[in-house]
C-alpha cells in the first residue's frame, strides 16, 4: 500500500541498514504504540521473491530494528523451501511468527502448485512439512496457507499443518 512507503526496487536489493530505516520511518510517520505496544502489528518480510533467499541479510534487518524498536514482533512469510536449521536461526533473530505456504497435502499436487525452481529442483513438499515442524518445535508460531483451487483439498492441509505444528491456518480464494 502507498502509506507503506515501499515501493519495487527494479533490481537493487536493499541493504539491512536502509531496510531497517524504511522500518524507523515508517514507526515515525505511521505507528503511535499505546499501553503495551498491543496495537503495533509489527513488520512482515514477504516480496515478490523468496525472503529466505537473503536470511543473513533478514536477520541483520531484524538485529538493527530490535536495537531501537525493542518490542517490535517479526514476521515471515515464506514458501518454506530451506533447510530446517533455519527455524532456528530464525528464533534467535527475534522472528517470532512464520507464515508458510502449505499449499496441499498431496506431494504431486504440491510441486504442480508450487512449480519450486532451484537447488537442483530437489525441494519439496517433505522440505515444506520439515521446515513447518522445525518451526514449530523451535517455539516459532505457524501459520500455514493453502489456495482454494478446484481440487485442492484445503481442508486435509489444514489438518496436516496441524498435525506438524501449525497454531494457524488460512484458506485463500483462488484467482486463476
Known amino acids: 500500500p502507498p502509506a507503506s512507503e515501499f515501493a ?8 539491512p541498514l536502509e531496510l531497517s530505516s524504511i522500518v524507523d520511518r515508517y514507526y515515525e ?23 529466505t533467499l537473503r536470511l543473513d541479510a533478514l536477520l541483520e534487518t531484524v538485529a538493527m530494528v530490535h536495537e531501537r524498536r525493542h518490542g517490535v514482533n517479526f514476521r515471515l512469510i515464506t514458501n518454506g523451501l530451506c533447510a530446517p536449521d533455519v527455524a532456528d536461526q530464525l528464533k534467535s533473530g527475534r522472528v517470532k511468527r512464520v507464515s508458510v505456504a502449505l499449499m496441499s497435502s498431496n506431494p504431486k499436487q504440491y510441486q504442480e502448485l508450487m512449480n519450486p525452481q532451484g537447488a537442483g529442483d530437489q525441494r519439496g513438499h517433505a522440505d515444506v512439512c520439515q521446515f513447518i515442524a522445525a518451526c514449530a518445535e523451535a517455539g516459532i508460531e505457524v501459520e500455514c496457507t493453502a489456495v482454494k ?11 496436516l499443518s496441524e498435525a506438524l505444528g501449525a497454531v494457524g491456518f488460512r484458506a485463500r480464494e483462488y484467482f486463476p
Open 8 to 15: 519495487p526496487l527494479n533490481g537493487a536489493e536493499p541493504t
Open 29 to 51: 510517520k505511521h505507528v503511535n504504540i499505546v499501553g503495551m505496544g498491543e496495537n503495533d502489528v509489527g513488520v512482515t518480510f514477504a516480496g515478490l521473491g523468496e525472503p
Open 149 to 159: 483451487k478446484p481440487g485442492v483439498d484445503w481442508r486435509a492441509a489444514k489438518e
